[in-house]
């Protein structure tokens, strides 16, 4: 999808869309409120550039479109939001998962979840919370293990949790006990409870993609950008480098791959010597193979 757009740019114009695109996320992902929609639709937009500004634009007005259908402030507290997002969302709209999601790109791209009605159950998740929040719904995501649902209400007091993968169904507690129980065979905590913020979203989106990605060595380029995304948030785990270099080593890119290599070498020196040595041998291996 993204490639064949890409493939219709001049190379330099291609360039700069995507260093403008980056340039956006990097921004959004630093603002002290983050858009979590705008984020997932700039994501989109590196997986098919011809979204562009008004295809981003086009996503958000579905959503506030969505917002309106809402009745506001239901009588009957966070039960009474998740039903009526359960039946605009799930029963009129049609939004739900199905097993085949997890095979397709698509189902971790906001703008075709939209156009699409199916997804992964964190992309479901980001419509309930974007059409709950725009209509004025006390809601925020649940990372639980494996699986992830929306909370309705006070995190520490009354709340209701919900499944847009599954049209919206209540969860019991027990039921998100099973949930956690079948992802890592541990027992339920209650910080597994707890909010998700924006950037956890985004990172948990773009892992998916990564781990689709790698799944498929033929799709080393979605791969790639989805490092670099992650890559650009505030806070990201310092391996995923050492990810991005060996990603360019396998895709021939020796000289950059050892280049990263070499630099990431460079900043686990102080803590970790024999790491940094271990990183510059692969360096050098890498070099290797263009002789």
Same mark, same amino acid.
């Given at each position: 999808?993204?490639?064949?757009?890409?493939?219709?740019?001049?190379?330099?114009?291609?360039?700069?869309?995507?260093?403008?695109?980056r340039?956006?996320?990097?921004?959004?992902?630093?603002?002290?409120?983050?858009?979590?929609?705008?984020?997932?639709?700039?994501?989109?937009?590196?997986?098919?550039?011809?979204?562009?500004?008004?295809?981003?634009?086009?996503?958000?007005i579905?959503?506030?479109?969505?917002?309106?259908?809402?009745p506001?402030s239901?009588?009957?507290?966070?039960?009474?939001?998740?039903?009526?997002?359960?039946?605009?969302?799930?029963?009129?709209?049609?939004?739900?998962?199905s097993?085949?999601?997890?095979?397709?790109?698509? @189902?971790? %791209? &906001?703008?075709?979840?939209?156009? #699409?009605?199916?997804?992964?159950?964190?992309? !479901?998740? *980001?419509?309930?919370? $974007?059409?709950?929040?725009?209509?004025?719904?006390?809601v925020?995501?649940?990372?639980?293990?494996?699986?992830?649902?929306?909370?309705?209400?006070?995190?520490?007091?009354?709340?209701?949790?919900?499944?847009?993968?599954?049209?919206?169904?209540?969860?019991?507690?027990?039921?998100?006990?099973?949930?956690v129980?079948?992802?890592?065979?541990?027992?339920?905590?209650?910080?597994?409870?707890?909010?998700?913020?924006?950037?956890?979203?985004?990172?948990?989106?773009?892992?998916?993609?990564?781990?689709?990605?790698?799944?498929?060595p033929e799709?080393?380029?979605?791969?790639?950008?989805?490092?670099?995304? @992650?890559? %650009? &948030?505030?806070?990201?785990?310092? #391996?995923?480098?050492?990810?991005?270099?060996? !990603?360019? *080593?396998?895709r021939? $890119?020796?000289?950059?791959?050892?280049?990263?290599?070499?630099?990431?070498?460079?900043?686990?020196?102080?803590?970790q010597?024999?790491?940094?040595?271990?990183?510059?041998?692969?360096?050098?291996?890498?070099?290797?193979?263009?002789?």
């Open positions: 999808m993204g490639e064949r757009a890409e493939r219709g740019e001049p190379g330099p114009e291609r360039d700069a869309a995507r260093d403008e695109r340039r956006q996320f990097a921004a959004a992902a630093r603002e002290e409120r983050p858009d979590l929609a705008l984020l997932c639709l700039l994501i989109g937009a590196e997986a098919d550039p011809a979204l562009g500004e008004a295809g981003v634009d086009a996503a958000q579905e959503l506030d479109r969505l917002a309106g259908l809402l506001h239901p009588a009957g507290g966070p039960g009474a939001w998740a039903r009526n997002l359960a039946e605009l969302l799930g029963s009129r709209e049609g939004f739900v998962g097993p085949g999601a997890y095979r397709r790109l698509e @189902s971790s %791209l &906001l703008h075709e979840v939209l156009r #699409r009605r199916h997804g992964l159950p964190i992309l !479901l998740s *980001v419509v309930w919370l $974007e059409v709950a929040r725009r209509a004025g719904a006390p925020y995501g649940v990372a639980l293990p494996g699986h992830f649902v929306v909370g309705l209400g006070d995190p520490a007091g009354r709340h209701v949790l919900a499944d847009p993968f599954e049209g919206g169904r209540l969860l019991t507690d027990q039921d998100a006990a099973m949930i129980a079948g992802a890592t065979g541990e027992a339920l905590t209650p910080g597994m409870l707890a909010p998700a913020g924006p950037l956890e979203i985004v990172q948990r989106i773009l892992n998916n993609i990564r781990a689709w990605a790698q799944a498929r799709h080393s380029a979605v791969h790639l950008w989805a490092l670099d995304l @992650s890559l %650009l &948030l505030p806070s990201h785990p310092a #391996r995923l480098r050492h990810e991005r270099a060996q !990603l360019l *080593v396998q021939g $890119e020796f000289l950059a791959g050892a280049a990263e290599l070499e630099e990431y070498a460079r900043v686990l020196e102080p803590v010597p024999a790491a940094a040595t271990a990183l510059r041998r692969e360096a050098g291996a890498a070099r290797a193979r263009l002789n």
